[in-house]
Protein backbone atom coordinates (compact mmCIF):
# COMPACT_ATOMS: atom_id res chain seq x y z
CA UNK A 1 0.00 0.00 0.00
CA UNK A 2 1.38 3.79 -0.96
CA UNK A 3 -0.13 7.11 -0.18
CA UNK A 4 -1.50 9.49 -2.79
CA UNK A 5 -2.75 12.65 -3.33
CA UNK A 6 -6.53 13.59 -3.81
CA UNK A 7 -7.27 15.46 -7.07
CA UNK A 8 -9.56 18.48 -7.50
CA UNK A 9 -13.31 17.53 -7.11
CA UNK A 10 -15.52 18.73 -9.73
CA UNK A 11 -17.44 16.96 -12.49
CA UNK A 12 -16.09 15.93 -15.74
CA UNK A 13 -18.06 13.91 -17.79
CA UNK A 14 -16.53 12.47 -20.69
CA UNK A 15 -17.87 9.71 -23.41
CA UNK A 16 -18.04 6.48 -22.27
CA UNK A 17 -20.24 3.02 -21.87
CA UNK A 18 -21.45 1.47 -18.86
CA UNK A 19 -22.40 -2.37 -18.95
CA UNK A 20 -24.58 -3.98 -16.25
CA UNK A 21 -24.95 -7.26 -14.48
CA UNK A 22 -28.17 -7.64 -16.42
CA UNK A 23 -26.10 -7.60 -19.60
CA UNK A 24 -27.91 -4.10 -21.01
CA UNK A 25 -24.91 -1.82 -22.52
CA UNK A 26 -25.60 2.22 -21.87
CA UNK A 27 -23.40 4.24 -23.83
CA UNK A 28 -23.67 8.16 -22.62
CA UNK A 29 -21.09 9.95 -20.17
CA UNK A 30 -19.31 9.35 -16.75
CA UNK A 31 -18.12 11.48 -14.43
CA UNK A 32 -14.46 10.72 -14.01
CA UNK A 33 -12.91 12.15 -11.38
CA UNK A 34 -10.79 10.17 -9.07
CA UNK A 35 -9.18 6.51 -8.29
CA UNK A 36 -11.12 6.65 -4.90
CA UNK A 37 -14.60 8.29 -6.27
CA UNK A 38 -14.47 6.29 -9.37
CA UNK A 39 -13.77 2.98 -7.47
CA UNK A 40 -17.37 3.16 -5.44
CA UNK A 41 -19.24 4.44 -8.04
CA UNK A 42 -20.70 5.07 -11.70
CA UNK A 43 -22.35 8.27 -12.32
CA UNK A 44 -23.92 8.44 -16.13
CA UNK A 45 -25.64 10.63 -17.91
CA UNK A 46 -27.50 9.67 -21.41
CA UNK A 47 -26.61 13.03 -22.60
CA UNK A 48 -24.61 15.78 -21.14
CA UNK A 49 -27.90 17.80 -20.42
CA UNK A 50 -29.54 14.91 -18.84
CA UNK A 51 -29.75 14.17 -15.20
CA UNK A 52 -26.93 12.08 -13.49
CA UNK A 53 -28.26 8.30 -12.71
CA UNK A 54 -25.81 6.64 -9.91
CA UNK A 55 -24.46 2.61 -10.74
CA UNK A 56 -23.04 0.87 -8.04
CA UNK A 57 -20.53 -2.05 -8.63
CA UNK A 58 -23.40 -4.61 -7.35
CA UNK A 59 -25.49 -3.89 -9.92
CA UNK A 60 -22.82 -3.32 -12.67
CA UNK A 61 -20.67 -5.28 -14.64
CA UNK A 62 -17.92 -2.77 -15.91
CA UNK A 63 -17.72 0.65 -17.44
CA UNK A 64 -15.22 2.04 -19.43
CA UNK A 65 -14.06 5.83 -20.22
CA UNK A 66 -13.35 6.06 -24.29
CA UNK A 67 -9.39 7.24 -23.96
CA UNK A 68 -9.49 6.61 -20.23
CA UNK A 69 -10.12 4.28 -17.65
CA UNK A 70 -11.33 1.12 -17.72
CA UNK A 71 -13.33 -0.50 -14.46
CA UNK A 72 -14.88 -3.77 -13.63
CA UNK A 73 -16.92 -4.72 -10.77
CA UNK A 74 -15.39 -7.24 -8.10
CA UNK A 75 -16.08 -8.16 -4.98
CA UNK A 76 -12.84 -8.19 -2.53
CA UNK A 77 -12.16 -8.25 1.35
CA UNK A 78 -10.73 -5.25 2.76
CA UNK A 79 -10.21 -4.59 6.49
CA UNK A 80 -12.19 -8.19 7.32
CA UNK A 81 -15.11 -6.68 5.43
CA UNK A 82 -16.04 -7.99 1.69
CA UNK A 83 -17.02 -5.54 -0.16
CA UNK A 84 -18.31 -4.84 -3.99
CA UNK A 85 -16.33 -2.09 -5.59
CA UNK A 86 -14.82 -1.19 -9.03
CA UNK A 87 -11.21 -2.41 -9.76
CA UNK A 88 -9.69 -0.07 -12.12
CA UNK A 89 -8.34 -2.52 -14.90
CA UNK A 90 -4.58 -2.45 -15.54
CA UNK A 91 -3.70 -5.58 -17.30
CA UNK A 92 -5.57 -8.11 -19.14
CA UNK A 93 -3.80 -11.12 -19.95
CA UNK A 94 -3.16 -14.69 -18.68
CA UNK A 95 -2.68 -13.00 -15.47
CA UNK A 96 -4.86 -9.44 -14.71
CA UNK A 97 -3.74 -7.05 -12.95
CA UNK A 98 -5.59 -4.43 -10.97
CA UNK A 99 -5.65 -1.26 -8.67
CA UNK A 100 -8.00 0.22 -6.22
CA UNK A 101 -7.64 3.17 -3.88
CA UNK A 102 -9.52 4.05 -0.53
CA UNK A 103 -8.63 6.91 2.12
CA UNK A 104 -5.48 7.34 0.30
CA UNK A 105 -4.33 3.83 0.28
CA UNK A 106 -3.51 2.23 -3.11
CA UNK A 107 -4.49 -0.99 -3.01
CA UNK A 108 -3.49 -3.89 -6.05
CA UNK A 109 -4.49 -7.13 -7.18
CA UNK A 110 -3.37 -9.79 -9.19
CA UNK A 111 -6.04 -12.83 -10.79
CA UNK A 112 -5.19 -15.78 -12.47
CA UNK A 113 -7.79 -17.31 -14.38
CA UNK A 114 -10.63 -19.12 -12.56
CA UNK A 115 -9.21 -17.67 -9.04
CA UNK A 116 -10.76 -14.54 -6.89
CA UNK A 117 -8.34 -11.26 -7.07
CA UNK A 118 -5.73 -12.07 -4.67
CA UNK A 119 -4.55 -8.36 -2.80
CA UNK A 120 -0.52 -8.03 -2.94
CA UNK A 121 0.90 -6.38 0.03
CA UNK A 122 3.12 -5.64 2.19
CA UNK A 123 3.13 -4.79 6.21
CA UNK A 124 5.63 -4.05 8.68
CA UNK A 125 7.05 -7.03 11.40
CA UNK A 126 8.01 -6.40 14.51
CA UNK A 127 10.75 -8.09 16.35
CA UNK A 128 12.12 -7.44 19.64
CA UNK A 129 15.98 -7.96 20.46
CA UNK A 130 17.61 -7.03 24.28
CA UNK A 131 14.52 -5.15 25.30
CA UNK A 132 14.43 -3.09 21.63
CA UNK A 133 11.58 -3.10 19.15
CA UNK A 134 12.67 -3.39 15.58
CA UNK A 135 10.47 -2.58 12.43
CA UNK A 136 11.06 -4.73 9.64
CA UNK A 137 9.00 -4.22 6.18
CA UNK A 138 7.75 -7.49 5.32
CA UNK A 139 7.29 -7.59 1.29
CA UNK A 140 4.56 -10.30 0.68
CA UNK A 141 3.53 -9.21 -2.53
CA UNK A 142 6.95 -10.47 -3.34
CA UNK A 143 5.60 -14.51 -2.40
CA UNK A 144 2.20 -14.35 -3.76
CA UNK A 145 3.64 -13.28 -7.15
CA UNK A 146 6.20 -16.15 -7.19
CA UNK A 147 2.97 -18.00 -6.41
CA UNK A 148 0.53 -16.74 -8.75
CA UNK A 149 3.60 -16.72 -11.45
CA UNK A 150 4.88 -20.49 -10.34
CA UNK A 151 4.77 -21.80 -13.71
CA UNK A 152 6.98 -19.35 -15.15
CA UNK A 153 10.76 -19.79 -14.11
CA UNK A 154 11.92 -17.20 -16.46
CA UNK A 155 10.89 -14.15 -14.36
CA UNK A 156 11.73 -15.48 -11.10
CA UNK A 157 14.21 -12.88 -10.37
CA UNK A 158 12.66 -10.09 -11.55
CA UNK A 159 9.99 -10.71 -8.78
CA UNK A 160 12.44 -9.77 -6.31
CA UNK A 161 13.16 -6.61 -8.02
CA UNK A 162 9.32 -5.26 -8.35
CA UNK A 163 7.59 -2.74 -6.42
CA UNK A 164 3.99 -1.72 -5.50
CA UNK A 165 3.38 0.91 -8.45
CA UNK A 166 1.81 0.60 -11.55
CA UNK A 167 5.29 0.69 -13.53
CA UNK A 168 6.61 -2.09 -11.93
CA UNK A 169 3.71 -4.51 -11.36
CA UNK A 170 2.58 -4.17 -15.20
CA UNK A 171 5.45 -4.08 -16.82
CA UNK A 172 6.22 -7.70 -14.42
CA UNK A 173 2.40 -9.13 -15.57
CA UNK A 174 3.28 -8.16 -19.22
CA UNK A 175 6.37 -9.97 -19.15
CA UNK A 176 4.51 -13.01 -17.67
CA UNK A 177 2.27 -13.19 -20.31
CA UNK A 178 4.91 -12.90 -23.03
CA UNK A 179 6.77 -16.09 -21.57
CA UNK A 180 3.48 -18.04 -20.93
CA UNK A 181 1.30 -16.81 -23.87
CA UNK A 182 2.42 -16.97 -27.36
CA UNK A 183 -1.49 -17.02 -29.49
CA UNK A 184 -3.06 -13.88 -27.25
CA UNK A 185 -2.18 -10.54 -27.08
CA UNK A 186 -2.01 -9.10 -23.60
CA UNK A 187 -4.06 -5.68 -23.22
CA UNK A 188 -2.10 -2.72 -21.33
CA UNK A 189 -5.27 -0.54 -20.22
CA UNK A 190 -2.14 1.37 -18.07
CA UNK A 191 -0.42 2.00 -20.98
CA UNK A 192 -3.73 3.48 -23.04
CA UNK A 193 -4.36 6.21 -20.80
CA UNK A 194 -1.83 8.84 -21.26
CA UNK A 195 -1.63 12.58 -19.94
CA UNK A 196 -1.97 15.73 -22.16
CA UNK A 197 0.49 17.97 -23.68
CA UNK A 198 -0.19 20.96 -25.91
CA UNK A 199 1.93 23.40 -26.88
CA UNK A 200 1.33 27.43 -28.29
CA UNK A 201 3.00 30.18 -29.65
CA UNK A 202 2.18 34.12 -28.44
CA UNK A 203 2.43 37.18 -29.88
CA UNK A 204 1.36 40.49 -28.44
CA UNK A 205 2.11 43.40 -26.44
CA UNK A 206 3.22 43.96 -23.26
CA UNK A 207 2.30 47.26 -21.34
CA UNK A 208 4.43 47.87 -17.98
CA UNK A 209 5.22 50.68 -15.76
CA UNK A 210 7.75 50.89 -12.59
CA UNK A 211 7.76 52.27 -9.46
CA UNK A 212 10.85 52.78 -7.56
CA UNK A 213 11.36 53.72 -3.78
CA UNK A 214 13.49 56.86 -2.89
CA UNK A 215 17.37 56.32 -2.35
CA UNK A 216 20.35 58.34 -3.13
CA UNK A 217 20.19 57.83 -6.52
CA UNK A 218 16.69 58.21 -7.51
CA UNK A 219 13.93 60.11 -6.30
CA UNK A 220 10.75 58.21 -6.09
CA UNK A 221 8.77 58.35 -8.93
CA UNK A 222 6.82 56.01 -11.68
CA UNK A 223 7.83 55.10 -15.04
CA UNK A 224 4.52 55.58 -17.50
CA UNK A 225 2.81 52.52 -19.18
CA UNK A 226 4.98 51.86 -21.95
CA UNK A 227 3.94 49.60 -25.20
CA UNK A 228 6.51 46.68 -26.15
CA UNK A 229 6.34 43.47 -28.45
CA UNK A 230 6.50 39.86 -26.60
CA UNK A 231 6.78 36.83 -27.93
CA UNK A 232 5.93 33.50 -25.91
CA UNK A 233 6.15 29.64 -26.11
CA UNK A 234 3.15 28.25 -24.12
CA UNK A 235 3.13 24.25 -22.87
CA UNK A 236 -0.04 22.63 -20.66
CA UNK A 237 0.37 19.62 -19.13
CA UNK A 238 -2.75 17.52 -17.83
CA UNK A 239 -1.80 14.81 -16.31
CA UNK A 240 -4.34 11.57 -16.17
CA UNK A 241 -5.42 11.60 -12.98
CA UNK A 242 -6.18 15.70 -12.82
CA UNK A 243 -9.77 16.48 -13.93
CA UNK A 244 -9.39 17.80 -17.70
CA UNK A 245 -10.70 21.45 -16.72
CA UNK A 246 -7.28 21.73 -15.10
CA UNK A 247 -3.57 22.06 -16.31
CA UNK A 248 -0.06 23.16 -15.44
CA UNK A 249 1.13 25.51 -17.32
CA UNK A 250 4.38 26.67 -18.41
CA UNK A 251 5.56 29.89 -20.72
CA UNK A 252 9.10 31.14 -21.72
CA UNK A 253 8.74 34.34 -23.42
CA UNK A 254 10.90 37.37 -24.72
CA UNK A 255 10.12 40.64 -24.21
CA UNK A 256 11.84 43.75 -25.85
CA UNK A 257 11.41 46.70 -23.18
CA UNK A 258 12.00 50.52 -22.87
CA UNK A 259 10.58 52.98 -20.22
CA UNK A 260 11.50 56.41 -19.39
CA UNK A 261 10.72 58.83 -16.10
CA UNK A 262 11.60 62.30 -15.99
CA UNK A 263 12.19 63.47 -12.30
CA UNK A 264 12.29 66.69 -10.41
CA UNK A 265 14.06 67.19 -7.61
CA UNK A 266 13.60 70.87 -5.85
CA UNK A 267 15.10 71.33 -2.21
CA UNK A 268 16.31 74.80 -0.50
CA UNK A 269 19.88 74.49 -2.03
CA UNK A 270 19.06 72.95 -5.53
CA UNK A 271 17.53 72.00 -7.93
CA UNK A 272 17.68 68.50 -9.96
CA UNK A 273 16.45 67.06 -13.20
CA UNK A 274 16.84 63.46 -14.09
CA UNK A 275 15.80 61.95 -17.14
CA UNK A 276 16.08 57.70 -16.46
CA UNK A 277 15.72 55.48 -19.62
CA UNK A 278 15.84 52.04 -18.97
CA UNK A 279 15.84 49.44 -21.81
CA UNK A 280 15.53 46.19 -21.42
CA UNK A 281 15.91 42.68 -23.04
CA UNK A 282 14.16 40.04 -20.72
CA UNK A 283 12.80 36.12 -20.65
CA UNK A 284 10.50 35.56 -18.61
CA UNK A 285 9.43 32.48 -17.01
CA UNK A 286 5.88 31.40 -16.13
CA UNK A 287 4.50 28.22 -14.30
CA UNK A 288 1.19 28.18 -13.01
CA UNK A 289 -2.44 26.49 -12.81
CA UNK A 290 -4.69 26.82 -15.61
CA UNK A 291 -8.27 26.19 -15.98
CA UNK A 292 -10.31 25.95 -19.34
CA UNK A 293 -13.77 25.35 -19.64
CA UNK A 294 -13.61 21.65 -21.79
CA UNK A 295 -16.84 22.26 -24.31
CA UNK A 296 -17.93 24.75 -27.00
CA UNK A 297 -16.38 26.95 -29.66
CA UNK A 298 -15.59 29.71 -27.05
CA UNK A 299 -13.94 27.95 -24.02
CA UNK A 300 -12.96 30.73 -20.96
CA UNK A 301 -9.66 30.05 -19.36
CA UNK A 302 -8.28 31.56 -16.35
CA UNK A 303 -4.12 31.22 -14.84
CA UNK A 304 -2.52 31.63 -12.08
CA UNK A 305 0.99 31.43 -11.17
CA UNK A 306 4.40 32.72 -9.92
CA UNK A 307 6.25 34.72 -12.37
CA UNK A 308 10.10 35.51 -12.81
CA UNK A 309 11.85 37.91 -15.35
CA UNK A 310 15.95 37.42 -16.46
CA UNK A 311 16.78 40.79 -17.87
CA UNK A 312 20.11 39.34 -20.77
CA UNK A 313 20.56 42.79 -21.34
CA UNK A 314 20.15 46.18 -20.69
CA UNK A 315 20.95 50.01 -22.28
CA UNK A 316 19.90 51.62 -19.35
CA UNK A 317 21.14 55.13 -18.65
CA UNK A 318 20.40 58.40 -16.64
CA UNK A 319 20.76 61.98 -17.84
CA UNK A 320 21.10 64.74 -14.36
CA UNK A 321 20.62 68.32 -14.80
CA UNK A 322 21.88 69.99 -11.81
CA UNK A 323 21.55 73.65 -10.58
CA UNK A 324 22.89 75.18 -7.88
CA UNK A 325 22.69 79.05 -6.89
CA UNK A 326 21.95 79.82 -10.42
CA UNK A 327 24.91 77.34 -11.76
CA UNK A 328 23.55 74.54 -14.14
CA UNK A 329 25.95 71.60 -14.14
CA UNK A 330 25.08 68.53 -16.65
CA UNK A 331 26.01 65.19 -16.86
CA UNK A 332 25.38 61.02 -17.54
CA UNK A 333 25.65 58.13 -15.82
CA UNK A 334 25.12 54.80 -18.15
CA UNK A 335 24.96 51.50 -17.39
CA UNK A 336 22.72 51.82 -14.38
CA UNK A 337 23.38 48.80 -11.71
CA UNK A 338 20.02 46.83 -12.71
CA UNK A 339 19.51 43.57 -10.93
CA UNK A 340 19.25 40.74 -13.30
CA UNK A 341 15.87 39.30 -11.64
CA UNK A 342 12.76 40.66 -11.29
CA UNK A 343 10.12 38.17 -8.80
CA UNK A 344 6.32 38.09 -8.60
CA UNK A 345 3.08 37.04 -9.24
CA UNK A 346 0.42 36.63 -12.49
CA UNK A 347 -2.82 36.13 -13.32
CA UNK A 348 -4.44 35.83 -16.87
CA UNK A 349 -7.87 35.37 -18.44
CA UNK A 350 -9.01 34.78 -21.96
CA UNK A 351 -10.86 32.60 -23.70
CA UNK A 352 -9.97 30.02 -26.89
CA UNK A 353 -11.47 29.72 -29.78
CA UNK A 354 -11.48 26.00 -30.79
CA UNK A 355 -11.20 25.31 -34.54
CA UNK A 356 -10.77 21.40 -33.53
CA UNK A 357 -9.78 18.71 -31.94
CA UNK A 358 -6.19 19.45 -32.26
CA UNK A 359 -6.27 23.54 -33.22
CA UNK A 360 -7.54 26.44 -31.69
CA UNK A 361 -6.64 30.10 -31.08
CA UNK A 362 -6.56 31.74 -27.68
CA UNK A 363 -6.99 35.54 -26.76
CA UNK A 364 -5.67 36.34 -23.01
CA UNK A 365 -5.37 39.11 -20.90
CA UNK A 366 -2.99 38.98 -18.07
CA UNK A 367 -1.90 41.07 -15.09
CA UNK A 368 1.34 40.65 -13.75
CA UNK A 369 3.25 42.21 -10.06
CA UNK A 370 6.75 41.64 -9.46
CA UNK A 371 9.41 43.24 -7.23
CA UNK A 372 13.31 43.75 -8.23
CA UNK A 373 15.58 46.58 -7.72
CA UNK A 374 16.85 48.75 -10.62
CA UNK A 375 20.16 51.26 -10.03
CA UNK A 376 19.88 50.50 -6.26
CA UNK A 377 16.32 51.18 -5.78
CA UNK A 378 13.65 48.54 -5.31
CA UNK A 379 11.06 48.58 -7.24
CA UNK A 380 7.71 47.08 -8.15
CA UNK A 381 7.06 46.00 -11.84
CA UNK A 382 3.21 46.16 -13.02
CA UNK A 383 2.52 44.97 -16.68
CA UNK A 384 -0.65 44.68 -18.56
CA UNK A 385 -0.21 41.64 -21.32
CA UNK A 386 -2.31 41.15 -24.62
CA UNK A 387 -1.66 38.27 -26.23
CA UNK A 388 -3.26 36.26 -29.32
CA UNK A 389 -1.61 32.81 -29.88
CA UNK A 390 -2.35 29.27 -31.84
CA UNK A 391 -2.53 26.36 -30.02
CA UNK A 392 -1.38 22.79 -30.69
CA UNK A 393 -2.87 19.41 -29.45
CA UNK A 394 1.20 17.50 -29.69
Known sequence: MSMHMFSIAQSDFREGYLLLKSKDTLYGYIDFRGAEYNAHKCVFKKDLNSDPDTYLPIETKEYKIYEGKYYVSELITIDSTKTHVFLE?????IADLYYFQKEGLSYYYIKNENQKPILLEESEDIIEKEGIKYYKKAERHKGILKFVFRDCEEI????????????????LTKEYHAQVCTDEKCIN?????????????LIGMHYHSIAFLKNDV??????????????KVMGTLQPVKMNRRYMLRFELGFLDSYNYENIND???????????HVKLQTLNFFMGLKYKFPKGFLRPTFSI??????????????????????????????????????????AKMGTYLHINEYQSILIELGYSYLFGEIASTYNIMNGIQLHLGMIIDK
Open 89 to 93: YLVDG
Open 156 to 171: QDKINLTSLNHKSLVS
Open 189 to 201: YYKSVKSSVKLGF
Open 218 to 231: LEQGTFNYNENLSF
Open 266 to 276: VNSSNIAHYDV
Open 305 to 346: GPEMYYHISDDSFQRIETEINNTITTGIKNNLPINSFNFGGT
